[in-house]
């Protein structure tokens, strides 16, 4: 049995050596130095890169399980998987304790005005007179109800706030008051406060949000955008923001990465940008590396795997 990693792991790599002695694994950076001849024995992948392609799959006739070190799979030949019967995991729940982090810290930091601050600082401003605004009893709709978007919800839960969520199934969920099908998003987004997109990017999502969708938002309306850039056209988000349609936007991620340094984004003030950070974290290659673990027990042992299986047909 061959393993081969797409980045490298640091000290994980000789605890995996020594807890799998009958595992030949391989740790290479990036998929594009895996020499040919690994690729034709290596029947395991884990890690992530990007620029793993379907050309490149095409050189691996044994792989038969990919352990993504991430949570979006939606850069992977989804059908070649499929058609392949390529079995696929992820990182899902691992990266929702940041992401969850990251949503509060963004509603604090626009409810408490923390950049006015932060201007009147460079500005030699005192100003004692600014008023922030309470979470307590403010409606957040989630886009999406799965791992980030609960996490996030117990949070907001812990403010007063009121939690509405929208999923495929709008099955109840824990921390939620309410949850609808996503085909009531017409009915609700107009009711909310913010309103925070964390799903995937499927079929179904890609430019789910149409600039009607913001017509119908407050005007004090706040939007955050941990999931997929892909929910909404870069240019309807533009042309929106310029609008001032709503009141401010939180994006961390975007139709089209890396934003280039030209673009219009750049030059509004009702946006802050993070540079797709929500998901970084320093102690992801460990807790990822954990489900592996547990899954190559049972994999070895001809069973199936049993944690943060990937739906091929869903991509999620």
């Known amino acids: 049995m061959k393993v081969v990693s797409l980045f490298r792991l640091g000290e994980l790599e000789d605890e995996l050596v020594e807890k799998f002695p009958q595992v030949d694994f391989k740790f290479i950076k990036k998929a594009k130095n895996i020499p040919f001849e690994e690729r034709q024995s290596l029947d395991i992948l884990i890690g992530y890169d990007g620029e793993l392609d379907e050309s490149f799959l095409k050189d691996c006739p044994n792989l038969k399980w990919i352990a993504w070190y991430a949570t979006g799979v939606n850069s992977l030949p989804l059908d070649y998987l499929k058609n392949h019967n390529i079995k696929l995991t992820n990182s899902r729940g691992v990266q929702a304790k940041q992401l969850s982090e990251f949503i509060l810290a963004f509603i604090l930091d626009d409810y408490k005005k923390m950049r006015t601050s932060f201007i009147n600082q460079q500005n030699k401003v005192y100003d004692s007179k600014m008023v922030g605004r309470r979470l307590s009893g403010d409606k957040v709709l989630f886009l999406g109800t799965g791992a980030i978007a609960s996490r996030a919800a117990k949070l907001a839960k812990a403010f007063d706030m009121q939690v509405i969520g929208l999923s495929n199934s709008g099955k109840d969920k824990e921390w939620f008051d309410e949850v609808y099908k996503i085909e009531k998003l017409n009915e609700v987004i107009g009711e909310v406060d913010i309103i925070i ?72 003030d009702n946006v802050t940008i993070t540079a797709h950070i929500t998901g970084n974290d320093n102690n992801i290659n460990k807790e990822v590396t954990d489900i592996f673990v547990n899954n190559l027990k049972h994999f070895l042992n001809n069973k199936d795997l049993i944690e943060n299986i990937v739906d091929l047909n869903k991509g999620y």
């Open 197 to 268: 997109n964390a799903l995937p990017e499927t079929n179904k999502t890609i430019h789910l949000l149409q600039y009607d969708h913001f017509k119908q938002m407050s005007n004090d309306a706040l939007f955050i955008n941990v999931g997929r850039g892909t929910i909404v056209k870069e240019t309807t988000i533009l042309k929106v923001l310029k609008e001032n349609l709503i009141r401010h936007a939180y994006l961390d991620v975007f139709e089209n990465e890396p934003l280039d340094e030209n673009n219009p984004l750049y030059e509004l």
